[in-house]
Structure formats: structure tokens, C-alpha cells
């Protein structure tokens, strides 16, 4: 079985301040990692995604990956109340199959 | 404007009576999926297509089935349906590139409960 794993939360920083979202995953051979948000209720919303170790950085969204120890976090800069919402982690493992995690809700305190 | 539709958005229903929930496309997308979402357990894999005619079971199939008869169109069915598939459901589609795969695109979601 493929794992994605998340801390469930909630994590909850102060307006301004910067979120650290954290996912680990078990199958070493994983190619592409996604970063979703979803608000209650509704659909999943793509905010990042990367494939190469390193960096990525859009906006005040920073992805990053590291392959060797399985690890891919989201950064959120300047965080709004507006952030607030529920993070999933997803894991390309074959192709065109997605593992999620279960998601880390996060609370952006004014 | 690019989308996946779904439809109905919402559905109450009783056990046992057949229904389905239609998801299509405008994206001339080759990959397809279903998934639900429940509580505590995340996103859960129903069935995916790889493109038409070609399906295959995803993480929790029982109880559901699908066809892939035009690329655009991927119709989630449940013969008998039963309470423990209540549930908000959601299809989603994606492109199929060479090099990396593309993210995927998700539909508004279809709440369904059963009684």
C-alpha cells in the first residue's frame, strides 16, 4: 500500500505569519507531487505542484521536495485568513493514479 | 472555459433504487477518476480510466461501476445502492504528457445520501 501521510491538524498560525505544511510518502519510485486546497464542501483546488528536487516558488506559495527523504512541504508566506482551509498532499505513483493524504486543516488567525 | 461538470450536485435516495452520476469533461482529457470523500478517511479512489474503454478499479470499488464509452464522459453507477455509500463524490480528469504527469482537475462534487 502507497501512503501519503499528513498531519491532520489543525495547525494554526497568526495572520502575516508563515504556514508550514508537511507530507511524507512510503513509495520511493513516486515522479510528480501536488498541493491541493479544499474549503468545506467544495471541490479540491491545484495550488502547486513539482517533480524536481529543490524549490518551487509561486507567489506566496513555496513547494518543496526532497526526494531521498520522501518529503514534499508547502510554505505559505504572509499568511491571510482567507488561507484558511484544508491542505492535501497528493503522490503520483503510476502514471496517472494520485494517492491523497487525508489533509492538514489550517486556521489563519486575524 | 475548461471544466469538469457534474451532475446532479446533490441527491437523496433510498436504498436499492439504481442511480448514476454523470462527470464530463471539455479538455480532450485522456485520464479520468472517481473518488469519495468522507470524514476522516480523505479522498478514496473508486475507478479510473486511462482512456476510452479502458477502466480499472481504484482503492474501494465495491458496490459501484463505470464505463468509458466517449472520452469526454465518465458515468459513476450504483446498481443497489446502499446507507454506507452516502457520501460526497467527486470526478476529476487529466492530460497525459510525456515527461510528467499533469494535475488533475476536479468537478464540483455530488453530495449523495442514501436512506
Known amino acids: 500500500q502507497k501512503e501519503v501521510e499528513q498531519n491532520s491538524g489543525p495547525l494554526s498560525v497568526p495572520e502575516g505569519a508563515i504556514a508550514s505544511l508537511n507530507c511524507t510518502y512510503s513509495?520511493?519510485?513516486?515522479?510528480?507531487f501536488f498541493w491541493y486546497r479544499q474549503y468545506s464542501g467544495k471541490s479540491p483546488e491545484l495550488i502547486m505542484f513539482i517533480y524536481s528536487n529543490g524549490d518551487k516558488e509561486d507567489g506566496r506559495f513555496t513547494a518543496q521536495l526532497n526526494k531521498a527523504s520522501q518529503y514534499v512541504s508547502l510554505l505559505i508566506r504572509d499568511s491571510q485568513p482567507s488561507d484558511s482551509a484544508t491542505y492535501l498532499c497528493?503522490?503520483?505513483?503510476?502514471?496517472?493514479?494520485?494517492?491523497f493524504g487525508k489533509g492538514t486543516s489550517l486556521l489563519v488567525t486575524p | 472555459e475548461a471544466q469538469v461538470t457534474q451532475n446532479p450536485r446533490y441527491l437523496i435516495t433510498v436504498t436499492g433504487k439504481k442511480l448514476t452520476v454523470t462527470c464530463s469533461q471539455n479538455m480532450n482529457h485522456e485520464y479520468m477518476s472517481w473518488y469519495r470523500q468522507d470524514p476522516g478517511l480523505g479522498l478514496r479512489q473508486i475507478y479510473y480510466?486511462?482512456?476510452?474503454?479502458?477502466?480499472d478499479k481504484g482503492d474501494v470499488p465495491e458496490g459501484y461501476k463505470v464505463s468509458r464509452k466517449e472520452k469526454r464522459n465518465f458515468p459513476l453507477i450504483l446498481e443497489s445502492p446502499s446507507p454506507n455509500q452516502t457520501s460526497l463524490y467527486f470526478c476529476a480528469s487529466s492530460s497525459r504528457r510525456q515527461g510528467a504527469e499533469q494535475p488533475q482537475h476536479f468537478g464540483d462534487g455530488t453530495r449523495l445520501s442514501i436512506l
Open positions: 480510466s486511462m482512456n476510452v474503454e479502458v477502466t
Open positions: 513509495d520511493r519510485g513516486s515522479q510528480s
Open positions: 497528493a503522490v503520483n505513483w503510476a502514471g496517472y493514479a494520485l494517492n
